[in-house]
């Protein structure tokens, strides 16, 4: 007879705890954005992947009441029951003209929208392909769609190419996320999407972090780099600061997502109000480019400070920031001590991140202030000076 389940759960919780890996959440009092009440304290945060400033925005949380007042709170209903109000229909045309694809459609979240997705389109005696470093939605995605899940380098187009040598019986499906979303850094969109199309295989961006944030007009990574991917799936609770997923692409393949998802299906739509509040954050988006370049700006302070105090930074071009500490005791330990220090800084750890790349993960908003990147680079210059060097 093996050990009880509760015995065998409280040895693994004890033996998280010695690791430094056991997860702890801190109760915040206030909505998000820089300055908050977090554990009964005033802090600064950069924690959010709030980029533009607009999860508690005026117009965008007076779209989500107004909204309530004309949908009720909730859906109450799946979409392909009685659920799918006008204004997720609008949602979804307003967004699709946006990023410039013939149809979308939204799930409850990303995490369902990817699961969706991957299972919807592929099977056993299929193959999907995919970056090394993807977020974990997307890994759990190809495992529940039974199709051969393989991984290639992270950022390697070239690694890529290598598995696609042998000719297989299945389709193929090539993903990647247009931002890595614990490095900051940008998929090599042209050179996965030369290889895809020379394969006739279509290539999915998850741009969770990038939509809104990067390109000429806020559209991602796509934009940035000159690629428009057969599919693009974008958060609603990053940039648009609401919450829902939407995945665009060809008529084809967004109907057969709506037949076939089961994460589509079997779920109760998003409430009504939520998706009023993002066609507002959407047109934020488009009309204040200032938000996109005030981010990136700050960003840049950062990075120009960071390097002067040299913090061993990931190089990463967007608001997500990593500060490399390797071990989970020295991540835990400068997070703790920033704590202290007023600053909410959260430590990422395996299994997030593989084993010896923990790491602070520093995220920008355009809600924060110069002065607000200038108080983070002290309260870092501090804690790196006390906690860094030892241990590390
Ligand atoms: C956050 C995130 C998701 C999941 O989106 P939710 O709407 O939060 O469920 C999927 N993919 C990536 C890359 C993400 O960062």
């Known amino acids: 007879m093996p050990e009880p389940l509760e015995e065998s759960l409280h040895s693994w919780l004890r033996q998280r705890r010695s690791e430094h890996l056991l997860r702890v959440r801190r109760v915040s009092d206030s909505p998000q954005q820089p300055v908050m009440r977090i554990d009964g304290r005033r802090v600064l945060a950069f924690c959010s992947n709030d980029y533009l400033g607009l999860a508690n925005h005026p117009l965008v949380v007076e779209a989500v009441a107004d909204g309530a007042r004309k949908w009720g709170a909730g859906s109450g209903a799946s979409h392909l029951i009685n659920g799918h109000a006008r204004a997720h229909q609008q949602l979804e045309e307003e967004f699709a003209a946006f990023v410039g694809h013939p149809r979308a459609l939204l799930f409850s979240s990303g995490y369902l929208a990817n699961l969706g997705m991957l299972s919807a389109l592929l099977s056993r005696g299929d193959e999907v392909l995919q970056d090394r470093l993807n977020h974990a939605s997307l890994l759990d995605a190809g495992l529940l769609s039974g199709a051969r899940l393989r991984r290639y380098l992270h950022g390697d187009p070239q690694s890529l190419r290598n598995k696609l040598g042998k000719p297989v019986s299945g389709h193929r499906l090539v993903v990647t996320d247009g931002v890595f979303s614990m490095d900051g850094d940008l998929a090599p969109l042209p050179g996965l999407n030369e290889i895809c199309q020379a394969h006739a295989i279509p290539l999915l961006v ?96 950062f990075k120009a400070g960071a390097r002067r105090l040299k913090l061993p930074l990931i190089a990463s071009p967007t608001p997500i920031q990593p500060l490399l500490a390797g071990s989970s005791e020295l991540a835990d330990r400068l997070s703790q001590a920033l704590a202290k220090a007023g600053v909410v800084v959260p430590a990422i750890r395996p299994p997030t991140v593989a084993s010896g790349s923990a790491r602070l993960r520093i995220t920008l908003s355009a809600a924060h202030t110069t002065g607000h990147v200038d108080s983070l680079l002290n309260a870092l210059a501090d804690v790196w000076e006390t906690e860094g060097q030892v241990g590390g």
């Open 206 to 301: 998850d741009d969770a972090h990038g939509f809104g944030v990067l390109g000429k007009t806020g559209a991602g990574t796509g934009e940035a780099l000159g690629v428009q991917p057969a599919m693009l799936m974008c958060t609603l609770g990053k940039a648009l600061g609401t919450a829902g997923a939407l995945v665009a692409g060809s008529e084809t393949l967004i109907e057969t997502l709506l037949q076939r998802a089961r994460s589509y299906t079997y779920t109760t739509a998003l409430p009504a109000a939520l998706a009023e509040g993002a066609r507002v954050a959407l047109r934020l988006l488009e009309t204040e480019a200032w938000r996109r370049e005030s981010v990136l700006a700050l960003t840049e302070r």
